[in-house]
């Protein structure tokens, strides 16, 4: 509902505000908004709500028409939709390598058919591409959106002209099936969880109770006050305290949906401070462009992350950088392009609005053609940048006899069952035995340990995200804690390893719990060798090597290095020597002179595949220079 409407709600516009600020404020990095991803549930529950009363207004008045619903979705959506695809297409064009260009055409062709929540998902293995190279991630949750209204229409208006009574029951029992879908989903496959609308249909069922008036009205002055309050806290809650280790949607999107529900429902009949706060102008006029906000920060994010933006700001100075910057495109969009399209000129026939709506996607699904047909434009890089930046393209497929993905490797499309005992930890009796145990960080030690030191026995116990600790942490994946119970209270004790290579994703926090778990090592007669943290990168280093070659600028890939890993590496490797007590290893002093890193396994072959593991040759590469410093002998 539009200002000018009778039935408009301000407040409801701020609710939109608040969603798009958290989501704005999370991807750019902000601090105090670690769970500002739970602006896009925000977001569901608004749209439940306001479709659905305008479905549930027109079934009354028996005026409902599916192709009127889809007009009014298509004047809502697509125009600003259409101008941000192909205005980050052109971006991208200039920006994106060959490999990069070719994903991202697959992404536009979902985006533009609204199904970039599979393909998403689809591409959401462990060694995929950082969301921060697709710029089109973002569109996902409309996907959701528009998937669940290809249907909802007509269901309502089914059970409604049959036996409008049913309404409720069947809004009801819809909501709970997806709830329990969605936590079931959540512990046993989070990524499909993530993007798929049956593990969300709850959320926007969530305004549609109260579109119906599945709940009760709240309608004492008192009652509104406290309602508004306890949305707004929940809200604040999830937007603060939740992080990317938070099982998600599942029980934990419970705290922002009902939050928004209860503000929703305080201002239905009467109003509330809250809601009353929400309905000032500056804060109505975010919620009036969220919807164009919303399309352009995430380009602008990415785009700014592969260097299109100013090289040389403080990273605090970025960060408002992009929020100006996006807020400044969607307001323009919001005035120009979405704001004349959508209120149209009144009288245009459907078949008309239809037709021009879809040669309008017809032009960035060409240009996605254009891009795929073309392999990506190699043209518009240097032959050795092309050689490099190959190392992006499907690393797991690549290096899957590198890492052993799927029996020595578990990542979050295997199970505990797939870990295969008795090729990973079976022991040579004719050779020292070395158990490589972590995470990714260990498990990209492998081949080069077991390529350049035959004359041992390479076992291997390592899962995606699992940190080699003791006590594992409540949330920690099922199969993470059983390969880390299996190596440490199983294995370990009745071993006769000659050491444990000790790898992983370390950060500062978990220096207390990596000085445990090598103690408890210890403990069992067996030596630890602690691997400190890797030398990483903010962007992946075949990117930045491939830039670097177009650009002639061979300082680029130093200066995307992330100063903390060196850090935390001197600290790590001072408590291993003063109260640990344990073999360290340190990649900066196996790699680096200060900050000049080696960057090559070979010419034209890129150290690591990503922001910091090793490609095959780089895993060689590194243990070359182990064996040559006599780490292991």
């Known amino acids: 509902m539009k200002p000018g409407n009778p039935n408009y709600r301000p407040d409801i516009d701020g609710l939109r505000a608040v969603a798009v600020l ?7 990095g902000t601090r105090f908004i670690k769970g500002g991803f739970i602006g896009v549930d925000i977001f569901f529950v608004i749209s439940g709500y306001l479709i659905s009363k305008i479905l549930m207004k027109e079934l009354n008045e028996d005026r409902f028409s599916i192709a009127a619903f889809y007009v009014r979705r298509v004047r809502r959506i697509a125009p600003a939709l259409i101008a941000v695809l192909v205005a980050t297409s052109i971006v991208a064009y200039f920006t994106l390598l060959p490999s990069e260009l070719k994903e991202y055409s697959w992404s536009l062709i979902a985006a533009v058919f609204s199904v970039s929540n599979f393909f998403f998902w689809s591409q959401s293995g462990y060694f995929d591409a950082l969301a921060s190279s697709k710029p089109l991630l973002h569109t996902w949750s409309l996907a959701v959106e528009e998937q669940f209204y290809l249907f909802f229409p007509l269901l309502l208006a089914f059970v409604f002209r049959r036996n409008r009574r049913r309404v409720t029951p069947m809004v009801l029992a819809l909501a709970a099936s997806s709830f329990v879908f969605s936590l079931w989903a959540v512990k046993y496959y989070p990524n499909l969880a993530f993007y798929w609308p049956l593990t969300r249909i709850w959320e926007l069922m969530c305004g549609t109770c109260l579109a119906i008036g599945a709940v009760p009205a709240i309608r004492s002055a008192l009652a509104r006050n406290a309602a508004s309050l306890l949305g707004l806290g929940l809200i604040l809650y999830s937007g603060m305290l939740y992080t990317v ?11 922002p949906c009902l939050g928004t529900a209860l503000i929703i429902a305080a201002g239905t009949h009467g109003t509330a401070l809250v809601n009353r706060l929400l309905s000032l102008r500056p804060v109505v006029f975010i919620g009036l462009i969220s919807y164009s906000l919303y399309l352009w920060h995430w380009p602008v994010i990415v785009f700014d992350a592969m260097g299109v933006g100013p090289e040389g700001l403080s990273l605090n100075l970025r960060k408002v950088l992009i929020a100006v910057i996006a807020i400044a495109l969607g307001t323009l969009s919001w005035r120009f392009v979405e704001g004349p399209f959508r209120s149209g000129v009144k009288g245009t026939p459907n078949s008309k609005i239809f037709a021009v709506a879809g040669i309008c996607a017809a032009v960035p699904t060409l240009i996605a053609c254009i891009f795929l047909i073309g392999d990506g434009i190699k ?26 993905i799927g029996s020595c490797f578990i990542t979050s499309k295997n199970t505990f069952q797939d870990f295969d005992q008795s090729a990973c930890l079976a022991p040579d009796p004719s050779k020292p035995n070395y158990l490589i145990f972590g995470d990714s ?41 059983e390969i880390v119970h299996l190596v440490l209270k199983d294995y370990l004790p009745k071993s006769h390893l000659k050491a444990v290579i000790v790898g992983g ?45 177009k650009k002639s600028d061979a300082g680029l890939p130093e200066r995307h290095q992330l100063p903390m890993s060196r850090a935390l590496d001197l600290k790590m490797a001072n408590l291993a020597k003063t109260v640990w007590n344990v073999p360290y290893v340190s990649y900066f002093d196996t790699l680096c002179k200060g900050a000049d890193c080696v960057e090559y396994a070979s010419p034209d072959v890129p150290l690591q595949g990503d922001i910091a593991h090793f490609t095959a040759p780089g895993s060689v590469a590194f243990a070359e220079r182990l064996k040559a410093a006599h780490i292991l002998n």
């Not at 958290?22 to 750019?28: E, G, K, Q, R």
């Not at 998600?248 to 999107?253: I, S, W």
């Not at 077991?450 to 041992?456: C, G, L, R, S, W």
């Not at 291997?460 to 942490?473: K, L």
């Open 379 to 404: 043209s518009r890089f240097p032959p050795s940048a092309i050689t490099v930046a190959s190392y992006l393209e499907n690393p797991e497929a690549g290096d899957r006899w590198h890492y052993r």
């Open 22 to 28: 958290m989501v704005l404020a999370y991807h750019i």
């Open 441 to 481: 960080h260990a498990a990209h030690l492998y081949y080069g340990l077991a390529t350049e030191f035959p004359e041992d026995h390479m076992l291997q116990a390592t899962a995606s995200g699992c940190m080699p600790f003791v006590d594992q942490v409540p949330h920690a994946r099922p199969d993470c804690a």
């Open 505 to 549: 994703n370390w950060l500062p926090k978990d220096v207390d719990q990596i000085g445990k778990t090598l103690a408890y090592i210890k403990s069992l007669g067996v030596q630890p060798i602690l691997f400190g943290p890797v030398v990483q990168y903010d962007t992946p280093l075949p990117r930045l090597l491939a830039v670097s070659i």
């Open 245 to 255: 280790a938070t099982p998600f949607p599942g029980f934990a999107a419970l705290a």
